[in-house]
């Protein structure tokens, strides 16, 4: 039943590959502790009761409440889904209140921190300190996300543009800078024979999503100062940082593939707080 539900969430809904796999793990647990826990081996079985006390089963074992969350949702939208093939089934998270979460502010890299990230010093001279340069280059000039950026292949540079294929399956084209276009010549030169995706280890497989999180926290915790650092860092970076120089929002919508221009809106509000920085610390007054 549920590798019919992901192939539900894979090729209807259109959902990404990291959505499905995160929705199977969130649901594989919940299933596990239906019968463990609980003593109930059909999903069918379950209550609002069953649902609320596994809600606080993970608050106690610490999971915080954005990841508590997101598996609400994987067990509301499973349970809908179970809905259409045994009408009159109650939904036990329909209804059921998400925790509450505080809002977490992530800081764009300032300019002097670019810089600091991209100082030739700071890499090593092989190819996987420049694989990691070119890596980073990329992910602050696209704002690409971590799962689009593991799977980039060559065919998907075309020209001064690269396409992009983002959540929901929807493709978009993100336009090049010279610079990028110049690295991505000398990183091709030495990487292309070693495997399709332009970003690969050593021996031409896929990087796990987790050592790419690691690799650019670790370049970016010698540059910067900030709370937040990974690779959402440099794509909120990409977007504070064009905004600020006067890029429409609209524009910035179309190049991070938001669905909704809201999803955007939140760089409208670090640019506001960067903007009060900059006053609290220039004027005088202050």
């Known amino acids: 039943m549920l590798d019919e539900f992901t192939n539900y969430l894979r090729w209807e809904r259109r959902r990404s590959e990291a ?15 239906l019968e463990h826990a609980m003593g109930i081996p059909d999903a069918l079985g379950a209550s609002r009761l069953h649902l609320r006390s596994w809600v606080s089963d993970l608050v106690q074992n610490g999971i915080n409440a954005r990841s508590v969350n997101r598996k609400l949702s994987a067990v509301r939208t499973y349970y809908r889904w179970l809905a259409t093939l045994n009408p009159g089934l109650v939904n036990p998270a329909e209804g059921l209140p998400l925790l509450r979460t505080s809002s977490r502010v992530v800081r764009a890299l300032s300019a002097p921190e670019v810089e600091a990230l991209f100082n030739p010093s700071v890499f090593d001279s092989d190819p996987i300190g420049r ?13 690409l996300r971590r799962a689009e950026l593991i799977g980039l292949t060559y065919s998907q540079v075309q020209g001064a543009s690269l396409r992009v294929r ?62 937040h650092l990974g690779p959402h860092a440099l794509r909120h970076t990409f977007a504070t940082h064009l905004l600020d120089m006067g890029a429409d929002l609209t524009v910035i919508r179309e190049l991070l593939g938001h669905a909704n221009l809201s999803a955007t809106q939140v760089y409208t509000h670090a640019s506001v707080e960067q903007l009060k920085s900059v006053y609290r610390r220039a004027h005088p007054r202050s």
């Open 131 to 143: 694989r990691d340069q070119f890596l980073l280059l990329t992910l602050y000039t696209t704002g």
């Open 19 to 33: 959505t499905v796999t995160a929705y199977e793990a969130d649901l594989a647990q919940w299933l596990l502790y």
């Open 166 to 227: 983002g959540k929901g399956n929807k493709d978009r084209e993100i336009p090049l800078l010279p610079e990028w276009q110049a690295a991505f010549a000398a990183h091709a030169a030495e990487w292309k024979p070693v495997s399709p995706l332009i970003f690969c280890q050593k021996n031409g497989k896929s990087m796990d999503p987790r050592s790419v999180y690691s690799l650019v926290k670790n370049y970016l915790q010698a540059a910067s100062s900030a709370d």
